[in-house]
Nanobody, 126 residues
Framework: HVQLVESGGGSVQPGGSLRLSCTAS????????MGWFRQAPGQEREAVAA????????YYADSVKGRFTVSEGNSKNTIVLEMNSLKPEDSAMYYC????????????????????WGQGTQVTVS
């Protein structure tokens, strides 16, 4: 049973920082594409960043390049999203997702690529 658990959301003022974590458990491969997505009320889910674990190749949406950093955590099957210079438009529910045993590639931003999703953690910038 694969499970993803996000943590670290909260409220912050514009220009502030937050750190989100996602830990996966269950059937695991050593190399997976793990992504962060976000969804604001009334809007479609959009890709934020992804990382091909094991190789640490990273991918970012243009809207967050230079402000957000995705990395592998210290614990196995954990990824971290460091968010700096936060803007009100970054406010959304943030979701972690994984495509088990598959690399990230040109389709990293497609929600349909991912097999499993977490429940989300709320980020509010105001």
């Amino acid at each position: 049973h694969v499970q993803l658990v996000e943590s670290g959301g909260g409220s912050v003022q514009p220009g502030g920082s937050l750190r989100l974590s996602c830990t996966a458990s269950g059937y695991t491969y050593s190399k997976n594409c793990m992504g962060w997505f976000r969804q604001a009320p009334g809007q479609e889910r959009e890709a934020v960043a992804a990382i091909w674990t094991g190789l640490s190749s990273t991918y970012y949406a243009d809207s967050v390049k230079g402000r957000f950093t995705v990395s592998e955590g210290n614990s196995k099957n954990t990824i971290v999203l460091e968010m700096n210079s936060l803007k009100p438009e970054d406010s959304a529910m943030y979701y972690c997702a994984v495509d088990w045993g598959s690399p990230c590639g040109g389709d990293w931003y497609r929600p349909s690529k991912y097999n499993y999703w977490g429940q989300g953690t709320q980020v509010t910038v105001s």
